[in-house]
């Protein structure tokens, strides 16, 4: 069964570009499914960082088609600017990469609209979105008469298409425009030529995916799904309003890449040692202290796309096990472990007090997050530097309870561990590459949060 799945369990940012990158050694295809250049991913190898939005984090490597369906929301100048950056420092793109022509593509006015509304939730709070155009792209696509996708471009009636679309938007803005702010121009013919030459530098890359992507496990080449932000920013099963507009959480990979579940036999549920986020919207574990300081420093936890200062916080069971579970993760890597050391005690967030009751099921309410006080359980810290560690066995016996901890709580074993940026600072767990280790109805049971 050729398909295998990368993806992030938590508020995003988990290390999947890291991870892409590593199995890509042992795939032929790897596939950007959904999201847009939202994504940030990292990639260090030989000292080079590459950071990647719309691109495949499998592109560093030679010999794989890199793939990104009708299921993300293409900028093609965000594009366009990847490709180059590649290029320039020497890797080769030309024949490797693969653009859907369903994608649908982020236009000026989207970037303005995400500006606008950005903002504008009752109470006054905001998503924090990155500003990349996302959520009106995608609720264009939705709203269907004002989209426009990626194959629209190189239509002959494009320009009538575009001119209609433009006078819609013009109207939509005016409306739109904050009390006393300034009047917001979309100049038609500087966008449309502007999208005609992003067309032109694309062409050679346009095409069909789905039928490629078909072909591909059908014929069992080993295809890599690589996910974007993480499950709990999943627009129908995340912490909403606070989400992205996609569902990157499993459950997106047969809808974005259009491959069923029937050919993916593998999925890599990819956790953070510690929580994480970026943006607006409750973070359960959040340490507004000294902890979150040293998790920030030494995790160097600032956005790769807005470099806004990531949120940090304790790890986290409840929401953790609930978005292995919705992402059908068969094991874990556990990334950043490295960033624990020197802190005397560890805690885990077994359960949720909320009005007085504690639960362990994720709340499915916003409100109900946000009164979530975490119930921890505590482990002892180490205080050995894990950046040079390369095999389990040297790994302090502090950290492999830590970890092994984890997946106890989660129902499914740590087979992959991170210990720096760096490619060579992974290590593979011996005996514990079986996922059927845990068999999918002991899930429940084995779960003690
Ligand atoms: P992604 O969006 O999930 O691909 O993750 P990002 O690239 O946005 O953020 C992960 C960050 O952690 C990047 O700066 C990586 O270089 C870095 N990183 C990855 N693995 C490790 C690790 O094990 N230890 C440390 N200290 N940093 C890591
Ligand atoms: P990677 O792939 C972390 C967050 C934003 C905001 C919310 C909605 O690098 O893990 P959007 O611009 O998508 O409408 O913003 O989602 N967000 C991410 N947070 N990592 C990401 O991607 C993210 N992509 C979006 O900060 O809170
Ligand atoms: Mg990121």
């Known amino acids: 069964m050729p398909g295998t799945c990368v993806i992030g369990l938590q508020w995003g940012d988990e290390a999947k570009g890291k991870l892409v990158d590593i199995l890509t050694e042992k795939h032929d295809v790897v596939v950007r499914y959904q999201g847009g250049a939202n994504a940030g991913h990292t990639v260090v190898s030989d000292g080079e960082t590459w950071k990647l939005s719309l691109i495949p984090s499998g592109i560093l490597r030679d010999n794989v088609t890199c793939v990104v369906t009708g299921g993300v929301v293409l900028d093609p100048a965000s594009a366009i600017r990847e490709i180059d950056m590649l290029e320039s420092r020497g890797i080769k793109v030309a024949d490797k990469l693969r653009l859907s022509d369903r994608a649908h593509v982020v236009f000026p006015w989207h970037v303005v609209e995400d500006g606008i509304l950005n903002g504008s939730l009752s109470g006054g709070e905001s998503i924090g979105t990155t500003g990349r155009g996302i959520g009106p792209c995608y609720r264009d696509k939705v709203g269907r008469s004002l989209a426009i ?10 320009r009538s298409t575009f001119d209609h679309i433009v006078k819609v938007k013009r109207r939509f803005l005016e409306a739109s425009r904050p009390a006393g702010g300034d009047a917001i121009e979309l100049d038609g013919d500087t966008i449309f030529n502007q999208y005609q030459e992003y067309a032109e530098r694309l062409r050679d890359y346009v095409g069909e995916t789905t039928n490629y992507l078909l072909d591909s496990v059908e014929s069992g080449k080993p295809v890599l799904f690589e996910g ?3 499950a709990l920013l999943d627009i129908d099963h995340g ?13 997106g990979v047969s809808s974005g890449s259009g491959v069923p579940g029937r050919w993916i036999s593998r999925t890599i549920g990819v956790l953070k040692a510690y929580s994480t986020r970026v943006g607006g919207g409750p973070l359960p574990t959040e340490q507004d202290n000294n902890i979150g300081k040293h998790l920030q420093e030494r995790g160097n936890e600032f956005g790769t796309v807005t470099q806004r200062p990531r949120r940090c916080g304790w790890f986290d069971a409840v929401a953790t096990r609930y978005s292995a579970r919705l992402s059908g993760a068969d094991e874990f890597a556990v990334m950043l472990l490295d960033v624990l050391s020197e802190l005397d005690e560890l805690r885990i967030c077994t ?16 409100d109900d997050l ?7 359980e505590t482990l002892p ?6 950046t040079t560690v390369r095999n389990e066995a040297d790994l302090p016996k502090n950290a ?40 999918p109805n002991t899930q429940q049971e084995r779960a003690t949060v």
């Open 149 to 158: 996708r990626l194959g629209d471009l190189y239509r002959r009636d494009f």
């Open 239 to 251: 912490t909403f309003p606070f989400v992205t507009s996609s569902n990157s959480s499993g459950v």
């Open 381 to 386: 810290g180490w205080n050995d530097d894990l």
């Open 351 to 366: 359960g949720y007090r909320i009005n007085g009751n504690v639960v362990n099921q994720f709340p499915s309410q916003i």
């Open 400 to 439: 492999i309870q830590y970890i092994d901890r984890i997946g106890e709580l989660l129902g499914r074993p740590v087979t992959i561990v991170s210990v720096g940026p760096d490619r060579s600072q992974t290590i593979f767990r011996s005996g514990m590459t079986q996922p059927a280790q845990c068999p």
């Open 370 to 376: 946000k009164a979530a006080e975490p119930v921890y």
């Open 228 to 230: 974007a932000q993480g």
